[in-house]
């Protein structure tokens, strides 16, 4: 069974960070890129960040560029999405997903084959 577990939210001030990590059970972590999704309330899912099945390859959307770190460690079949300078339009559920198809990790969350169940990130002003 696929399952895909993160860990690491919780509320932050501004300007703090936070480490999430997404753990992968069940399927060949290596044949997949990560990506990572927000929602805020009343928001519709938007991407944050992907990494390719190598780790070679990263892509962030401009409101994470220079911020937010995405890497994964093959051995422990994990990613981890470090987040510094932290702003309070940051706060959203993050979820992790697995994307199959494609190589580098695709932008829209349609193409992605398991999701995790999502973790709060809280930033206080």
């Known amino acids: 069974q696929v399952q895909l577990v993160e860990s690491g939210g919780g509320l932050v001030q501004a300007g703090g960070s936070l480490r999430l990590s997404c753990a992968v059970y069940?399927?060949?972590?290596?044949?997949?890129?990560m990506g990572w999704f927000r929602q805020a309330p009343g928001k519709g899912r938007e991407f944050v960040a992907a990494i390719s099945r190598s780790g070679r390859s990263t892509n962030y959307a401009d409101s994470v560029k220079g911020r937010f770190t995405l890497s994964r460690d093959t051995a422990k079949n994990t990613v981890f999405l470090q987040m510094n300078s932290l702003k309070p339009e940051d706060t959203a559920v993050y979820y992790c997903?697995?994307?199959?198809?494609?190589?580098?990790?695709?932008?829209?969350?349609?193409?992605?084959?398991?999701w995790g169940q999502g973790t709060q990130v809280t930033v206080s002003s």
């Open positions: 069940g399927l060949d972590f290596s044949a997949y890129a």
């Open positions: 997903a697995a994307d199959r198809s494609s190589y580098a990790g695709s932008y829209y969350y349609s193409d992605y084959d398991y």
